[in-house]
């Protein structure tokens, strides 16, 4: 039994709201529990100057902490004047996630910023976004179809991510802070809805594990992002509708 | 008649909900109309250095915009390394406001930090933190006050803010977006519950302003404030019964 | 009686000497008593990336104390690496006043900045820069009219600004370093020569102020923003024939 | 075949010189292939702040790259004012793959910081510094032995890395720089004497991968960190005869 | 006959007013001709962390230009964000070169900061400071010694800097601006009053020079700083009676 | 006798290699006893914004020092975020000794960039940067005329660099680390082919020097530089047969 009650492979309450910024074209609170990330998509008719002249867009992700989304106050790095390595490190990995889900080549000259801050963290900020930001991008690009017509739909899968762990010896899905500091093994996974890896980062900084511990820790977590993309086609509906369709 | 139908002394629909965090020793989610800011208090039992050794303590401020907050979207400050003139400006404004209607001596040696995040931004987002820090600040305290013994009850004041301005000649209360962008005179106000002046911010960037006008706008924002501080009583409830106590 | 054996509504002696640089525009050393700025004008043919293409001009101000203007020394913002607070909201003030008597497009695609440096503080420091950095623009701006065709003259009309504060429970005018630090209320005004408002920025930090004590203030500053302007168009004298001349 | 002749399961030319910086605790010059990366070990009686006084040791990673290390050449980090994002993410992550073998209690109040400089780049410089920096540290640990009494020896097991990935849709190991641009799945694997995992980041930008295709490259991975655990074994000969004393 | 119709061996007119700034421990205005230098000199009782416990003092500098010391305005150093190359050098130079007449065991725990702060600029800013600075020093020190009691006074030597340079062919002494600019050669030189050198820079960046061109330049640099110091004599008075005191 | 038993006039060991790095135009590791520094020249198609459109190119330095080049580790200046004085002199003064000897009309609109990294510091680290630099920059150059076709060969002249100083009351060449922290003169010297002084820079911070110490260091610097000159002759081969041919 898990410090929450909750069964090794059970998810914590996830819970979507779309809609939540008037000027986005893509916003959604969603929470994993406590962990409470507010994420809006942005697109914009240019892209970095190193994608310039090459037909293509560019999807890419910015992820920060509210002061006080922790227990105790952290200091805000625009006030220490930089971003900290964790920031960065999970900055690329949101956007670098989406991109394996979307064809740049049929999004055009355009890129997508999908904004990521987190205003309040029980562990699993870094999945949560992934998660959250995936809708975000869905529903920015399902608007621009209506204007841009693309000469293949530019998402070609779902996506959703969700950290594992090994927890007083029990491999668990979707730790919250307490398990995940008490975590021996911490993975995070990032799967399509076809069921195919994007990302697998395991880490055992207290202590390294088996490939037997592996192997079960990569199946609790395509068991929850199973869970997790089938709330998404719900929350989406008809604004998913095309995702896959170029790839079908 | 106003662009949204509002009369000349007339505020934007006010709302505000409490205990939005479930860290912070104070929280709120106050909007004036569109404009949405989310405030966290921090209490912590150190001051900054330069304040050492007097035995007072502190109270600070951090103002923020999500990069979505507005129309289009802005640089994160922390990715451009610093903050910019105008952040700096509104978090010193809204510190030194809320410092006036505490007695930093009764506070003894602890800081408090309102975070003031700007979720979405539709025009008055420096009075709406000014408004909303005031409530995150007073649970913080009431919090801090069945813990701590105060010789006096640190709050002496109610305290609220919101802008005035001369829009297509006529003095109105409380700006949204299209109107502030149209004002001939912006002014900021800041007043306590005894009615007293705090802070009087008066700008006549596109074209100076007479003394009359001056004194319509200041008749303006005094009874906009005296209706804020209502709606900020009736919030607080018995977590405001003390504030004042100390000049009675 | 005040400190230095002023009158409540006396200003400190005023001095006011120009061009003290061989290579800027318009340059200016004034002293209000023992605070004193060294400005300088600079006229540049282009105008920055937010203005550009749109025919009109800008006029903005940067400020900066040496590291010996004040009684203990300050670490210079370059050494430290960035600006702070105080400065840049003195910035702002400056160039936003200047630029509610300056027509934009009649000035033309240029740039005009007004370094304000601050050579000795006490008390004051951004009253006697606003007023100083009016002359060395006017300077600079009768110069360009010599080879440059206005379609009207850009500068519309005369500007100055004086402090004003509560100190001992009496109004005064022109607060020196000593004052200030006892004012239990503290005003900065800028006015134009035709009497109107500019800016009107007051702070109770100390304790709030009542509206009748904010009349008397306000009554104040015009007497010694008049006399400031006086001072303006003597030192000017046919520099400044043509202020005002599109106004009329 | 690969573009550089090598089988699916070779690693390129592997070699190892130590003692190559007179003043470090621990040094050694590392090449996998044309990959080259000099690793100095410094050993510090002081631990970071957020360690003080638990009377546990840190161990720490700083990577950079020379300008001309790379193709075309690079802008210094220093002289861009920052260090990037993937700078970071490397670094932490050679830290916290080194502490997974570190007993930080039985190391006392030191910090051990490993300088990973990649002298030249063709692809895996962060298995090259990982497996290089293990060296200095075990080299650095022993020469501490001599003097300092450790109440259990501090280093656990040994400890290598290896990159992975599918290119022309095989698995291959130790990619170079050629493979690694094509590859469509990328993994880097840290892995203890023992053969336990220590980290696994595995990441599919180009394509997602399956699960069987994973199963592949982490058998690669083994078989190439065996390999260089032995290589290690031999290198370090006397001075890694007490590494894993303490858990046996 | 040079540009501004000097011999080759005149210095440009100099002036050295003293007291002009009334906070500081020491304060001097000097010109070499157009070059206008402001230098204050500021005591604190404490020294830089790498000198804590030594018992001995330190001795510092900072430069600075006014934007418009230039012919064309420069972007200020606060506002860039960091200190240039040219800045942290010529800062490097006044320090080390007034540090070589200190005695710094004789000044004790103290730190004099001397800040040189160009008002306007036609060449040998770095000489004019230099010198200017030892007279703010001599000053600052001289105030001292009224209240401490040192065991012998700090003050070793007089100091004074000039430039030379190969201009038009033929060596001059003390270039302004434009011959700076045309200097194949340039040249500059600290020595003390005892005739000796403590800086000798000389750079051909145009070309190179024989050793009979640095002998010609290093006879006129003796010539000049031999008048300089003279100057120095006459401007300090009694202030300077001292120096030299504990090195008789 | 000097502490390594050298001779007063006695280089260190000089060892040179060239072709250390497989991607750079130029690369040379040379050391001068255990001074190394490895160098590396990238030739690139464009200039600086300040030389574009004079047909002109340029040749610039950068200078670092890996952190544990030292006995004791010093703190990346990257991860401080900013270059220090002493680099951004020792880089400047690279740059412009190497500028003296290029005959940047010749070069064309190409930037030769000198990157200096100190694998180990022993003295003389800059002198050493330069006379390997020069090297670099010789191989590079030669590399590019086989492609180019230059009106004439852009270097103009040999140019080398070493130290002298005065220890224990004698003139010394090439200063080890030792020899440097005792030395009351220390001088860097860099000349010609021709036998031409480029930069002389002796400081005196110890205490200050007499003309015939000058004239003493001079010529022991002339001696060394001549030696050095004579191996990179030896090392460039017919890679420096063009040298000079444009001056002849």
Redesign the interface.
């Known amino acids: 039994m898990r410090i929450d009650g909750r069964e090794a492979a059970q998810l914590r309450s996830i819970t979507i709201e779309t809609g939540v ?4 074209e893509g ?1 959604v609170l969603i929470a994993f529990g ?1 962990t409470k990330v ?1 994420v ?1 998509a ?1 697109v ?1 008719d240019r892209v970095p100057p190193f994608m310039k002249g090459q037909g293509k867009g560019w999807v890419t992700a ?1 992820y ?1 902490m ?8 952290n200091q ?4 220490r ?9 999970i ?2 990995l949101i956007g ?1 996630a989406l ?2 889900v979307v064809d740049l080549q049929a999004l055009g000259e355009r890129t997508i ?1 999908l ?1 990521c ?1 987190v ?2 963290a029980d562990g699993g900020t870094r999945t949560t976004s992934i998660t959250g930001a995936f809708i975000a991008l869905a529903i920015a690009v399902d608007k621009l179809a209506e204007k841009a017509s693309f000469k293949s739909y530019p998402i070609t ?1 779902y996506l959703a991510s969700v950290s594992v762990g090994v927890v007083n010896g029990s491999p668990v899905l979707d730790l919250n802070y307490d398990e995940d500091s008490k975590a021996k093994v911490d ?1 995070n996974v990032v ?2 809805g ?1 069921g ?16 037997s511990e ?1 192997d079960a820790l ?1 199946g609790l977590a395509e068991t929850g992002i199973t869970e997790l993309i089938g709330k998404q086609r719900e929350v989406l509906g008809q604004a998913g509708a095309r995702i896959g369709e170029g790839s079908r």
Chains 1, 2, 3, 4, 5, 6 share one sequence.
């Open positions: 910024n008037k000027y986005a916003s406590d507010l809006t942005t914009e910015e920060s509210l002061p006080r989304a922790t227990q105790s106050r805000r790095e625009a006030a004047g930089k971003l900290g390595g964790r920031t960065m490190e900055q690329r670098r991109r394996s910023t904004d801050d205003i309040q899968d993975m799967m399509t076809a195919q890896f994007v990302e697998v980062q395991g880490t055992g900084e207290e202590s390294p594990f088996s490939r592996l990569l």
